[in-house]
């Protein structure tokens, strides 16, 4: 059974950079019928996908939300089994709970695999 | 740019009732690329309908979706205590690549 873990800073600084790691275990990064993604929910309203990337096999292609592509990054570590997210230039808007998850491409590119979510403040 | 809009905002109804969710797209969306999400308070959302009417792994079978086009439905019979929760619709395919609904909540009556 796949299991994605979020960890990182919980307090981030306005303007700093918000950076969180996924590390997942019961499947593999590689795995080419997946993307790997991250969502996140304010408190009290709903999902907003963030970005995800998928392992070609020779690189990792990463695909953003247009409304944060700016300042987005996801990247992957194969011999970690992790995935990352940096947000740059971070405001109390990015508050939020953070989730990583898997996107499965045989259940209909639904999110079917995720964290526990971890919550991120930004606040000086 | 998809915009998914979902309603009602609430459902209030009684255990081993019937609800309806619906999920309304400004643009056509494939089958194949609709899902529903369950959420509880302090929980990850939870997979239950993928392809808009194949429920996902362990999810039982008084869950059900239908729909095309614009319009999806999340029908859940007999309703049970552990099915009030929020409910996310979510597709694939437009700019951005996925977008979810604002959700329903379904709450007992």
């Known amino acids: 059974q796949v299991q994605l873990q979020e960890s990182g800073p919980g307090l981030v600084k306005p303007s700093q950079t918000l950076s969180l790691t996924c590390t997942v275990s019961?499947?593999?990064?590689?795995?080419?019928?997946?993307?790997w993604s991250w969502v996140r929910q304010p408190a009290g309203t709903g999902l907003e996908w963030i970005g995800h990337i998928y392992n070609t096999g020779v690189s990792g292609v990463p695909n953003y939300n247009p409304s944060l592509r700016s300042r987005v990054t996801v990247s992957l570590d194969t011999a970690k089994n992790q995935f990352s997210l940096n947000l740059n230039s971070v405001t109390a808007a990015d508050t939020a709970t953070y989730y990583c998850?898997?996107?499965?491409?045989?259940?209909?590119?639904?999110?079917?695999?995720w964290g526990q979510g971890t919550l991120v403040t930004v606040s000086s | 740019e998809i915009v998914l809009t979902q309603s009602p905002g609430t459902l209030s109804l009684s255990p081993g009732h019937t609800a309806t969710l619906s999920c309304r797209a400004s643009?056509?969306?494939?089958?194949?690329?609709l899902s529903w999400y369950q959420q509880k308070p302090g929980q990850a959302p939870r997979l239950i309908i993928y392809?808009?009417?194949n429920r996902a792994t362990g999810i039982p079978d008084r869950f059900s979706g239908s729909g095309s086009g614009t319009d999806f439905t999340l029908t859940i019979s007999r309703l049970e205590p552990e099915d009030f929760a929020v409910y996310y619709c979510?597709?694939?395919?437009?700019?951005?690549?996925?977008?979810f609904g604002p959700g329903t909540t379904v709450d007992i009556k």
């Open positions: 392809s808009t009417s």
């Open positions: 998850a898997r996107v499965a491409f045989w259940n209909g590119l639904g999110f079917d695999s």
């Open positions: 019961g499947d593999s990064v590689d795995n080419r019928n997946a993307y």
């Open positions: 979510q597709q694939y395919g437009n700019t951005p690549e996925f977008s």
């Open positions: 643009q056509s969306v494939s089958t194949t690329w």
